[in-house]
């Protein structure tokens, strides 16, 4: 991700003289800031120019800023507190500060390889619940089975409704061998029906393509292709996996998006492109409402039958890919209704070594429909039932085998083809 920080300073500092002059802020002007105070101006310059909300929540973003210089800011920690405080006035979990060891681990995490329990988590407005988008293939998390929509209501004991969304992670995280105990609720149980799982913390390879050459009836060759994340190996990856299906003699596909918390944007787009023959991946909506769009303009690596399998744990870039495949004909989609994250968020580098994740924008599919706490709705509906890992893609999977079904069926075959 690029490095977006740089000429702000000009504007703010016009601004700033403004407001001395008219005698509305007893705050300094910007070149007697103190160090704390150049930090937290920085943050507000960068969610001021790029946050999707130029409302800000409906209040007066430079007054919020006001407010925050007022207050003594004497070390790091404090001013960590304040600019963390400042954010939350925006009521969105994705716009966050990311201390500079939370950062590092962001940076690896996208690029690869991290070290923990391997949960992809939010953070539910008004309650604060944490929830589980999804665990991570071949996770301590996902060997526990700890499952999309879980609730994680304490974490070594400590209640997580007390913890923002990087502090929770904060606490997951920790040396290899080392274990943490998660309280998890279901979805719909009682806080009362919780059990404490404890986890042995590991190292986690993102290699996130798995893929199989399954023979089925009606001489249906399936490439079975399940990818667990969007990171920067991904569409590499993948693409690979193809070839060599293609090289085997697949003669239809299956795309396995279930419990694929997303990742990096232009990874679900590069994706996209290897299976669409022309036309649009994704719009972005920024916020003065000018649409963008990423469009594909290349040939497909294959034009065989495809079928994505989704479920509640398929989020954000999962949902820019099968929305794609979706509304340009190219794929069916089978299993439940997607997680619902249509909002993009870009990562700038702080001048501290911290970082900071601003909403920019929202994406809508190729057919303009919004995703954002809607989801995705599959054009096969087929709940899943409990499985083992062992079990996925196999008879007892039976999302899996409504995708089979598709394949197999003479006129899907002649359709797609």
Request: hydrophobic content about 40%; proline content about 4%; cysteine-free.
């Amino acid at each position: 991700m690029r490095k977006q920080i740089a000429h702000f300073g000009f504007t703010v500092g016009i601004i700033l003289g403004f407001a001395v002059l008219l005698g509305l802020s007893r705050i300094p002007s910007a070149y007697a800031f103190t160090e704390e105070q150049r930090l937290v101006s920085e943050v507000w310059r960068l969610v001021d120019r790029a946050y999707v909300d130029d409302s800000f929540n409906h209040q007066n973003w430079w007054q919020v800023r006001q407010k925050v210089l007022q207050q003594p800011l004497v070390n790091r920690e404090q001013t960590y507190t304040a600019i963390q405080k400042m954010l939350a006035t925006l009521d969105d979990p994705f716009t966050r500060l990311l201390k500079p060891d939370q950062y590092r681990s962001l940076q690896t995490n996208t690029s690869g390889e991290l070290t923990g329990v391997g949960l992809q988590i939010a953070q539910e407005n008004p309650t604060g619940e944490l929830r589980v988008i999804a665990p991570i293939e071949g996770s301590p998390a996902a060997q526990a089975g700890i499952k999309p929509r879980d609730r994680i209501l304490k974490i070594n004991g400590y209640p997580t409704v007390n913890l923002s969304l990087d502090e929770a992670a904060e606490r997951m995280r920790g040396p290899i061998g080392s274990r943490v105990t998660l309280t998890i609720a279901q979805d719909g149980q009682e806080a009362s029906q919780a059990k404490d799982v404890l986890l042995v913390r590991d190292r986690i390879t993102l290699n996130p393509v798995y893929a199989d050459l399954k023979q089925e009836a009606n001489d249906a060759r399936i490439g079975y292709i399940r990818l667990s994340q969007f990171n920067a190996n991904a569409s590499t990856e993948l693409a690979h996996a193809i070839r060599d299906l293609e090289q085997q003699g697949a003669n239809a596909y299956i795309l396995d998006l279930r419990s694929n918390p997303g990742g990096l944007l232009q990874s679900g787009i590069d994706i996209a492109k290897l299976w669409l023959d022309g036309g649009t991946v994704v719009y972005t909506v920024n916020r003065n409402g000018i649409q963008d769009s990423f469009t594909d303009e290349g040939t497909a690596l294959t034009d065989d039958p495809l079928v994505v399998l989704v479920n509640q744990g398929t989020a954000s870039a999962s949902e820019i890919l099968a929305g794609a495949l979706q509304d340009n004909g190219r794929a069916q989609l089978v299993g439940e209704r997607t997680f619902g994250k249509g909002l993009i968020q870009s990562l700038f580098s702080l001048s501290d070594g911290s970082g900071l994740a601003v909403t920019i924008a929202k994406y809508e599919t190729p057919n303009h429909h919004d995703i954002n706490k809607q989801g995705i709705m599959p054009d096969v509906v087929v709940p899943i039932d409990p499985i083992e890992r062992d079990q996925i893609a196999t008879a007892a999977d039976r999302q899996y085998q409504a995708a089979v079904d598709l394949l197999t069926h003479h006129a899907v075959l002649a359709g797609a083809a």
